[in-house]
């Protein structure tokens, strides 16, 4: 599976966003995807995950104005991202895995990623 993420920008504090990420190369839609992202000398987080059936999952920090969203049709993924805050500036990157944990959280060894969209908020 090819992932190419796009959409990152800079924007001030309590902007939106809304980042895509387009996959290639396999059946789309047997996979989960997960929004991951990684701040500079910080390890790379799950951010939000969506399963092949639409159940959602978010990290606490971004519940309420994170929402994750797949269009199975244009075998893309999506993360709006409302009320940036600076503390969301980071490097986001998608993933798609056969296994849900591993959309939530990076595990080692598994997952196809992109080459990842840079966010800056400035306050």
């Known amino acids: 599976v090819h992932l190419v993420e796009s959409g990152g920008g800079s924007v001030q504090a309590g902007g939106s966003l809304k980042l895509s990420c387009v996959a290639s190369?396999?059946?789309?839609?047997?996979?989960?995807m997960g929004w991951f992202r990684q701040a500079p000398g910080k390890e790379r987080e799950g951010v939000a995950a969506?399963?092949?059936?639409?159940?959602?999952s978010y990290a606490d920090s971004v519940k309420g104005r994170f929402t994750i969203s797949r269009d199975n049709a244009k075998d893309t993924l999506y993360l709006q991202m409302n009320s940036l805050k600076p503390e969301d500036t980071a490097m986001y990157y998608c993933?798609?895995?056969?296994?849900?944990?591993?959309?939530?959280?990076?595990?080692?060894?598994?997952?196809?990623w992109g080459q990842g969209t840079q966010v800056t908020i400035s306050s």
């Open positions: 190369g396999d059946t789309y839609i047997n996979y989960c």
């Open positions: 969506i399963d092949s059936d639409g159940s959602t």
């Open positions: 993933a798609a895995d056969t296994d849900y944990y591993s959309c939530l959280v990076q595990t080692p060894g598994r997952g196809y």
